[in-house]
């Protein structure tokens, strides 16, 4: 199994807000927000959201660490270690906001 992980989580320190934009067009406010809590520790699996879950298969996510906490989190490294060399890889943003993506071998 691959092994991955995250330089920051939403979550990780303390509960906090993570909101999903929805009908969301730039220059425009803010419509029909969905916000949750994450929180790691929880007891609670809804609030958890650790980087494990990018790649267990199911229906549940990874989710960073609010860029409202601080500048420090605009970046957040993901490293994934496929156990394997890969022969292809297909890479794709999950929404059109996240735009940039770097994917290197060694």
């Known amino acids: 199994m691959a092994d991955i992980k995250?330089?920051?989580t939403c979550g990780s320190e303390e509960p906090e807000m993570h909101c999903k934009l929805v009908d969301h067009v730039p220059g425009q406010p803010v419509r029909n927000?969905?916000?949750r809590v994450c929180h790691l520790h929880?007891?609670?699996?809804t609030e958890r959201h650790p980087i494990e879950f990018a790649i267990d298969g199911t229906n549940r996510w990874w989710q960073s660490p609010s860029i409202m906490n601080g500048v420090?989190?605009?970046?957040?490294?993901?490293?994934?270690?496929?156990?394997?060399?890969?022969?292809s890889c297909?890479?794709?943003p999950?929404?059109?906001?996240q735009k940039n993506c770097l994917?290197?071998?060694?």
């Open 33 to 35: 927000s969905q916000c």
């Open 94 to 97: 999950p929404n059109k906001r």
């Open 90 to 92: 297909l890479l794709r």
């Open 6 to 8: 995250a330089n920051a």
């Open 72 to 87: 420090e989190y605009h970046y957040v490294t993901i490293t994934l270690d496929l156990k394997q060399v890969p022969t």
């Open 42 to 45: 929880s007891t609670k699996p």
């Open 103 to 106: 994917l290197s071998f060694k």
